[in-house]
């Protein structure tokens, strides 16, 4: 098959690891990908190296001075959609909202649900659930939301992990990173995916309160960050918190990729407290690497990681959580592991093959 894959960025966020992983292993399994996507502020490839099996096709997308984020989405939708305008393939596979808007009757993955506040952006989320010929959920819970609230059956379809790479950074290979980062960051909690309202960093900000009356040795690190929305608020309010309580966060912002797998497999427990989430592949790639998982108690992680994390809902009970997660040592989570490493992208992508080929 003949097969395109849509996403909206070059960075590192979960969709797009998603999208290039998925595409490397469905190259891997002998079809014809290409992975399109905007070249945003004049980016000229992803964040990381791609297989070259893999075709990559970047539309230019310059900056605009003063463009507010609904503005830019808008604009995003119409300069993808034009760009691919008179492209013919099997299948259109669009791996978020903006690049489902820009190629109406695509398949699509509905990774989470978004609430969006203006009309504009509100009308470009109902049209990316409503007028895709197929929608793929990551998981059972999210696949639910949709029934529910669009009448939609989704198939489900969940994440894979690069287990292997997140395993062997907390190995004999791995030592030396790993060792980097604990020269330069001390002991520390690790919280993957920025300053932002949907990855509970405020809770956090409290829990962290709380751990280090106990445990003062034990710093708060948060890494990645890259997104489309303004979030200046949100992070000042939690800037403000954190001083209060005198918590004062290492924000690393995107860490290089080469680097992320010894960061994740050095921090004693990893933070995970999202308000909402689709499958949860940062904390998975924890598992990976042996490091406890502490996260919300959502359906949808309870159902992604079962016995295999541990669930808290309020910023005291996450707090306690990291602490005993702490306490009870980093490396030796057997059902952790075991758990990732049953999540490949092989299998994520055989049945994305098998889902292609019943829509004729």
Not at 183 to 191: F, I, K, Q, T, W
Not at 335 to 345: N, P, S, V
Request: with cysteine.
């Amino acid at each position: 098959m003949k097969i395109a894959l849509l996403t909206y960025s070059t960075k590192p966020r979960g969709g797009v690891v998603h999208t290039l992983a998925l595409a490397e292993a469905l190259a891997r399994a002998g079809e014809e990908v290409t992975v399109w996507s905007l070249g945003r502020g004049g980016d000229a490839a992803f964040f990381r190296p791609v297989d070259p099996a893999v075709t990559l096709r970047l539309v230019p997308f310059p900056d605009l001075a003063g463009e507010d984020v609904g503005a830019r989405i808008l604009r995003s939708i119409a300069v993808l959609g034009d760009a691919f305008r008179d492209e013919s393939y099997d299948v259109v596979h669009a791996q978020d909202c903006i690049s489902a808007n820009a190629v109406p009757g695509c398949v699509r993955t509905v990774h989470h649900l978004d609430t969006f506040t203006t009309p504009a952006l509100a009308a470009c989320h109902e049209r990316a659930i409503v007028q895709p010929q197929a929608l793929v959920c990551v998981s059972a819970a999210v696949a639910a939301e949709v029934a529910a609230g669009w009448g939609r059956t989704a198939a489900v379809i969940p994440n894979g992990v690069d287990a292997a790479r997140f395993a062997a950074a907390a190995g004999p290979a791995g030592e030396a990173g790993r060792r980097a980062w604990r020269e330069r960051l001390g002991s520390y909690v690790l919280a993957v995916g920025g300053i932002e309202p949907r990855k509970g960093t405020l809770d956090l900000v409290e829990a962290m309160a709380l751990v280090r009356t106990e445990r003062p040795d034990l710093s708060l690190v948060i890494a990645g960050g890259e997104t489309l929305f303004d979030y200046r608020d949100y992070r000042a309010a939690v800037e403000a918190r954190a001083a209060e309580l005198t918590v004062d966060p290492v924000v690393l912002g995107p860490v290089p990729d080469a680097e992320l797998p010894t960061l994740v497999a050095a921090a004693d427990v990893f933070a995970f407290p999202s308000t909402k989430e689709g499958f949860g592949l940062a904390a998975m790639e924890a598992l990976a690497a042996g490091v406890p998982v502490v996260t919300r108690d959502l359906p949808v992680l309870r159902e992604v990681f079962g016995g295999a994390a541990t669930f808290a809902t309020t910023a005291g009970e996450l707090g306690r959580a990291l602490l005993d997660a702490t306490n009870a040592g980093a490396g030796s989570d057997i059902k952790g592991r075991e758990l990732a490493a049953r999540h490949t992208w092989e299998a994520s992508a055989a049945a994305h093959r098998r889902l292609y080929e019943s829509l004729g």
